[in-house]
């Protein structure tokens, strides 16, 4: 009797539970219709960690989210609709409207174009003929951009000993000034970009783009910098296929004052295995000059090669690894402990661990071994330096990430002058146009 009575009450339990998710959607289903999106998205998105899964549940939030304004969410629950239900023409037809939302326009045409190959009625086709229009007009000409701003700690700003005292063969003991070691701060700092692309045919195109960054320390103002970056350049696209020559150039300031100049060619061939997976060989030569430290003027050569991939899934991880070689010859003569050899890889990835917040990781290796000994310690300098970081992204709102990181570097020197350990909290607030 008691194991009828536990069925009968689970058996009631499921029925009431699927009679409120019915009334759950069909209140969305009716604030839709009443283009009340912000109503429904409110509605729906508290019930996401129990319903997701559930296309309908999904469609709804989805759709709701996207008229909302919130298009990175509305692929997120899309993308789950599909995983099901990959023959659902009215899910692929919106997650294509969220992905042209968030500036994805390749994305967003192939979506498209999925669409317009089944068999839909004559409107919906009509609809679909438009947006892939719109699309192609403003490929002709991308724009991209960022804003971002943020503060923090930094632990070390002048990338220095901790040390106050070091030892010089033949002299003994030498102390540093206070400038020569560690010095930590809280700091500000705001950066920007932007990148266009200017097609001038189906193959050919224009590439380019500037950026910028500012670091204020609060109390160590000598170690402010400031860093520009240009770049200009052609791109060949066949099929899979994409080759890129450009030049960089590069200014960068110490405490407003002029510091370093770069000069430069960079060459690229990416390889498209899937829309998911790339390939990419790169190779780069500059020139560096110090206006007032001439004798440090240096050519600089580097030749790497890079993988991406991304990954299916509730949890979208990607992946992403680089390792590369290069030489930096000092231009003046007699100073070969100012040149050096180098090697390095890197890896990191990203991952999603709930609506609009993602994790992301980074590991860094290099080694450099310089061309000769150091005139005052009679030794060969080598470096093996190693960076760790990691963070937490959240979409505030559409194209609004507040992004929070830590940074650790480790410079592993068998000269103590240049061994160091650094540490960098920040936390920022980004805006994608």
Same mark, same amino acid.
């Given at each position: 009797?008691?194991?009828?009575k536990?069925?009968?009450?689970?058996?009631?339990?499921?029925?009431?539970?699927?009679?409120?998710?019915?009334?759950?959607?069909?209140?969305?289903k009716?604030?839709l219709?009443?283009? $009340?999106?912000?109503?429904?998205?409110?509605?729906?998105? =508290?019930?996401?960690?129990?319903r997701?899964?559930?296309p309908?549940?999904? @469609?709804l939030?989805?759709?709701s989210?996207?008229?909302?304004?919130?298009?990175e969410?509305?692929?997120?629950?899309?993308?789950?609709?599909?995983?099901?239900?990959? +023959?659902?023409?009215?899910?692929r037809a919106?997650i +294509?409207?969220?992905?042209l939302?968030?500036?994805?326009?390749?994305?967003?045409?192939?979506?498209?174009?999925?669409?317009?190959?089944?068999?839909? =009625?004559?409107?919906?086709?009509?609809?679909?003929e438009?947006?892939?229009?719109?699309?192609?007009?403003a490929?002709?000409?991308?724009?991209?951009?960022?804003?971002?701003?943020?503060?923090?700690?930094?632990?070390?700003?002048?990338?220095?000993?901790?040390s106050s005292?070091?030892?010089?063969?033949?002299?003994?003991?030498?102390?540093?000034?206070?400038?020569?070691?560690?010095?930590? /701060?809280?700091?500000?700092?705001?950066?920007?970009?932007?990148?266009?692309?200017?097609?001038?045919?189906? $193959?050919?195109?224009?590439?380019?783009? +500037?950026?910028?960054?500012?670091?204020?320390?609060?109390?160590?103002?000598?170690?402010?910098?400031?860093?520009?970056?240009?770049?200009?350049?052609?791109?060949?696209?066949?099929?899979?296929?994409?080759?890129?020559?450009?030049?960089?150039?590069?200014?960068?300031?110490?405490?407003?004052?002029?510091?370093?100049e770069?000069?430069?060619?960079?060459?690229?061939?990416?390889?498209? @295995?899937?829309?998911?997976?790339?390939?990419?060989?790169?190779?780069?030569?500059?020139?560096?000059?110090? =206006?007032?430290q001439?004798?440090?003027?240096?050519?600089?050569?580097?030749?790497g090669?890079a993988?991406?991939?991304a990954?299916?899934?509730d949890y979208? =991880?990607?992946?992403?690894t680089s390792?590369?070689?290069g030489?930096?010859?000092?231009?003046?003569d007699?100073?070969?402990?100012?040149?050096?050899?180098?090697a390095?890889?890197?890896?990191?990835g990203?991952?999603?661990?709930?609506?609009?917040?993602?994790?992301?990781?980074?590991?860094? @290796?290099?080694?450099?071994?310089?061309g000769?000994?150091?005139?005052?310690?009679?030794?060969?300098?080598?470096?093996?330096?190693?960076?760790l970081?990691g963070?937490?992204? @959240?979409?505030?709102?559409?194209?609004?990430?507040?992004?929070?990181?830590?940074?650790?570097?480790?410079n592993?020197?068998?000269l103590?002058?240049? /061994?160091f /350990?650094?540490t960098?909290?920040? +936390?920022?607030?980004?805006?994608?146009?």
């Open positions: 009797m008691r194991l009828g536990a069925i009968l009450a689970a058996a009631l339990a499921a029925v009431i539970s699927s009679a409120l998710a019915d009334a759950l959607t069909d209140r969305a009716q604030l219709r009443d283009r $009340q999106a912000k109503q429904a998205y409110e509605l729906l998105l =508290p019930q996401e960690p129990a997701a899964g559930d309908e549940f999904d @469609y939030l989805g759709i989210a996207l008229d909302s304004g919130e298009p969410r509305a692929v997120f629950a899309l993308e789950r609709v599909l995983a099901v239900q990959p +023959a659902n023409h009215v899910a919106e +294509a409207r969220a992905y939302a968030l500036g994805e326009r390749e994305a967003a045409r192939r979506e498209f174009e999925t669409v317009r190959r089944q068999q839909i =009625p004559e409107d919906a086709k009509a609809t679909v438009r947006f892939l229009s719109a699309i192609a007009a490929d002709v000409t991308q724009v991209r951009g960022y804003l971002e701003a943020g503060f923090g700690y930094d632990g070390n700003v002048n990338s220095a000993t901790a005292q070091i030892a010089i063969p033949g002299l003994g003991i030498a102390t540093l000034n206070a400038a020569s070691t560690r010095r930590p /701060d809280h700091f500000g700092s705001f950066s920007g970009g932007v990148n266009v692309t200017h097609k001038l045919s189906e $193959q050919w195109a224009l590439v380019g783009g +500037a950026s910028g960054a500012i670091k204020i320390n609060a109390d160590e103002g000598q170690f402010d910098t400031l860093l520009a970056d240009a770049n200009l350049g052609a791109r060949l696209t066949r099929g899979k296929e994409a080759f890129t020559l450009g030049a960089q150039l590069q200014h960068f300031e110490l405490d407003f004052n002029r510091y370093r770069v000069q430069g060619l960079v060459a690229q061939w990416q390889h498209s @295995y899937h829309e998911r997976r790339q390939a990419t060989l790169f190779a780069q030569v500059s020139d560096l000059s110090y =206006p007032t001439s004798i440090r003027d240096a050519k600089r050569g580097v030749l090669v993988y991406g991939q990954l299916g899934g979208a =991880p990607v992946v992403f390792a590369y070689i030489q930096e010859r000092e231009d003046a007699g100073v070969p402990h100012l040149g050096h050899d180098l390095g890889i890197r890896i990191g990203q991952i999603r661990i709930a609506t609009g917040v993602s994790a992301f990781a980074n590991a860094a @290796y290099e080694q450099r071994k310089y000769g000994p150091e005139p005052i310690f009679g030794v060969t300098r080598k470096d093996h330096q190693y960076d970081s963070g937490v992204s @959240y979409l505030l709102r559409a194209a609004t990430t507040l992004i929070g990181q830590i940074t650790h570097t480790r592993d020197s068998n103590h002058l240049n /061994d /350990d650094r960098v909290v920040t +936390a920022s607030v980004r805006f994608n146009f």
